[in-house]
Antibody, heavy 123, light 106 residues
C-alpha cells in the first residue's frame, strides 16, 4: 500500500521560504504513471492546487504561485519536496502531498494523500 | 482558470435519505471530473473519478454522473459514516481546480 508522509517546519516567518518534504513508501516515485503533487487547504476553506513534479523532473506550477514555487524530486530517497518563497500570512494552510494517477483512458485523480501538515506563517 | 461551483454549500439529512450534490464548471470539461470526501482533520479521499467511475473499495451507494458543465454526485442512502465535506475537482485544464465543498451533516 502506497503511503505519503509530509514533514517540515510547522512555523515559518514572513518573507522566509516554506520547505516541505513528502516521503513516499510502498511504491517508487520513478514511475511515469504518476504526477507527484502538492495541494493546500487554508483553514476552514477549500482545496488549492499548487503543482506537480513528474518522474522526469518536469514540473507544473499554478500560475498565481509560479514565481514563488519550486517542486523537486529526490529519487535516491523516494521523496519530493515543495519550496514556497517570500511567504505571508496568506500562505498559512494545511499542505498535502498527493499522488495524481494517470490512467490509460486519460482519467486522472489524486488516489493517495499524505495526512497533511499545518504550516503557520507568523513572526 | 476553470471555476467549479458546488451547491449546496451545506446540507442536513437523515440516515437513509438520498442526497444529491451538484457541481458546475465555468466551461465544458468533458467528463474530466472527480469527487472526494473529506472527514474532519483528515485528507480527502477519492470516491468517483471521470465523472461516474467508482474508486475501488468505495461503497456502491455513492455515484456520479454528468458531462460538459453540469455534474451530479449522489449518496443513495445516507449513512452516519458519510458525514463530512465533499469536493468536486476538474482535470480538463491546468490549473486543476476544486469546488468550494459541500458539508454533509446528519
Amino acid at each position: 500500500q502506497v503511503q505519503l508522509q509530509e514533514s517540515g517546519p510547522g512555523l515559518v516567518k514572513p518573507s522566509q521560504t516554506l520547505s516541505l518534504t513528502c516521503n513516499v513508501s510502498g511504491g517508487s516515485i520513478s514511475n511515469n504513471a504518476y504526477y507527484w503533487s502538492w495541494i493546500r487547504q487554508h483553514p476552514g476553506k477549500g482545496l488549492d492546487y499548487i503543482g506537480y513534479v513528474f518522474y522526469s523532473g518536469s514540473t507544473y506550477y499554478k500560475p498565481s504561485l509560479k514565481s514563488r514555487t519550486s517542486i523537486s524530486l529526490d529519487t535516491s530517497k523516494n521523496q519530493f519536496s515543495l519550496k514556497l518563497s517570500s511567504v505571508t500570512a496568506a500562505d498559512t494552510a494545511v499542505y498535502y502531498c498527493a499522488r495524481d494517477t494517470i490512467s490509460g483512458s486519460g482519467s486522472r485523480y489524486f488516489d493517495f494523500w499524505g495526512q497533511g501538515i499545518l504550516v503557520t506563517v507568523s513572526s | 482558470d476553470i471555476q467549479m461551483t458546488q451547491s449546496p454549500s451545506s446540507l442536513s439529512a437523515s440516515v437513509g435519505d438520498r442526497v444529491t450534490i451538484t457541481c458546475q464548471a465555468s466551461q465544458g470539461i468533458r467528463n474530466y471530473l472527480n469527487w472526494y470526501q473529506q472527514k474532519p482533520g483528515k485528507a480527502p479521499k477519492a470516491l468517483i473519478y471521470a465523472a461516474s467511475n467508482l474508486e475501488t473499495g468505495v461503497p456502491s451507494r455513492f455515484s456520479g454522473s454528468g458531462s460538459g458543465t453540469e455534474f451530479t454526485f449522489t449518496i443513495s442512502s445516507l449513512q452516519p459514516e458519510d458525514v463530512g465535506t465533499y469536493f468536486c475537482q476538474q482535470y480538463d485544464k491546468h490549473p486543476l481546480s476544486f469546488g468550494g465543498g459541500t458539508k454533509v451533516e446528519i
